[in-house]
């Protein structure tokens, strides 16, 4: 399969369902990936791992599970349950006649979280669409532009960087252009020191990429209800369905402070649920057959052994700089995804420790998904 050309990276772009869009962008970086690989070297590159990010992102973007995860823990939270008791205690205390029982069904049909998942998915979509165009877009011209090289040459390697904008990220691509730089430089070494500069290479256009996606990535995370004046009003509503239409204007007079309190226990409370789902969706990692990735935890195992002690200065001094505990896996989950350093100490570790798994570079798609991504279709089965 010949390397996915720049044109094609662009029309991807374009796409405007943003289901269909991931599932190319997904399959078109396991295409990048391969061709990478083939002119750099077989260790994984950018492109391998941000086939599996894009996938999973895919998951978040398909709300495929949110609803029902978010679901089944509110009818489970006793703290739930215990924000409603405390309204409906305190509203009979001032004289509502509330109905014999209210299901949790109608507080939940109240509140209405799918519109919290629908702005989450969107910002996910964004910063899946963004940093494809961008950093795909450029892998795409790197195998282009270098696909006839038969030994590194620092002119070209410039000349293809000087197209790349100076500065530090979100605006400027310094660190795109250090890391094709380093591609470009480890075509064409071997051993340790290829595998070093394929890491260096690796973290660079990481580290920019979460740059770039730390706007989409808190927006996703801090997707929640909306209006707390209409929430309030809405569960009111739903607890007095008769006595609220007629006492509105006094309740919201003579209580309007106890109320406002009581209805935001509600309204924290499912926002927090909200929260936790969106955030175990987006820290999880599944890899071909390997078992879930769960980024909240520690990894686990050797880093390999060309990467075990590191020697060039420049990659010493980007993981120095991210990795606060240089060298082992200790606290390397990260305990809040949308807080940058706290993302990037497990993305440098997750890279050292896996850029030579073999299984990084199997299919994301059955061949016959494949086919159906290839003539504009969306896929059926578990995507």
């Known amino acids: 399969m010949s390397a996915p050309a720049v044109e094609e990276i662009d029309r991807i772009a374009r796409i405007g369902d943003p289901i269909l869009r991931n599932l190319q962008i997904t399959q078109c970086y396991c295409e990048l990936s391969g061709a990478v690989a083939a002119l750099v070297g077989a260790s994984a590159n950018w492109c391998t791992f941000a086939t599996w990010a894009s996938k999973q ?16 823990r509110f009818y489970l939270s006793s703290e739930i349950s ?15 006649n509330l109905p014999m029982r209210v299901s949790k069904a109608a507080i939940l049909r109240a509140l ?13 979509a964004r ?11 450029e892998f795409a011209r790197f ?42 430089r480890a075509r064409f070494q071997t051993g340790k020191g290829k595998v070093e500069m394929t890491l260096l290479a690796n973290l660079c256009a990481g580290y920019h990429e979460q740059i770039r996606l730390q706007p989409e990535i808190a927006e996703a995370l801090d997707a929640a209800l909306g209006d707390p004046a209409d929430l309030k009003q809405r569960l009111l509503a739903v607890l007095l369905p008769g006595f609220y239409l007629r006492a509105r204007a006094r309740l919201l007079r003579d209580h309007e402070t106890f109320l406002d309190d009581l209805s935001a226990r509600v309204v924290r409370e499912t926002n927090r649920l909200i929260r936790q789902v969106i955030t175990e969706h987006l820290m999880t990692l599944h890899i071909a057959d390997a078992p879930a990735l769960r980024l909240g935890r520690d990894l686990s195992g050797n880093f390999p052994p060309d990467l075990e002690r590191i020697e060039d200065a420049r990659l010493k001094e980007i993981l120095d700089r991210v990795d606060a505990t240089a060298d082992n896996l200790k606290n390397s989950g990260a305990v809040d995804w ?5 993302r990037m100490h497990f993305i440098a570790d997750f890279f050292r420790l896996s850029q ?23 896929p059926r089965g578990h995507l």
């Open 57 to 72: 992102a895919g998951q978040t973007i398909r709300q495929e599970d949110l609803l029902r995860t978010f679901e089944e």
């Open 82 to 96: 215990a924000a409603l008791e405390n309204l409906t205690g305190s509203l009979k205390r001032i004289g509502a």
């Open 112 to 124: 209405d979280p799918r519109a919290a998942f629908a702005r989450a998915s969107d910002a996910v």
């Open 127 to 137: 910063g899946n669409k963004k940093v494809f165009e961008e950093i795909g877009r």
């Open 143 to 184: 195998l282009e532009f270098f696909s006839g090289d038969r030994g590194f040459d620092g002119a070209r390697t410039a000349q293809f960087c000087a197209a790349l904008r100076s500065g530090d990220p979100p605006d400027g691509q310094r660190l795109l252009s250090e890391a094709f730089a380093a591609y470009s």
């Open 338 to 342: 949308a807080d940058f350093a706290d």
């Open 356 to 378: 030579e798994r073999r299984d990084l570079f199997d299919a994301p798609f059955t061949a016959d998904q494949t086919a159906l991504l290839k003539s504009g279709a969306l």
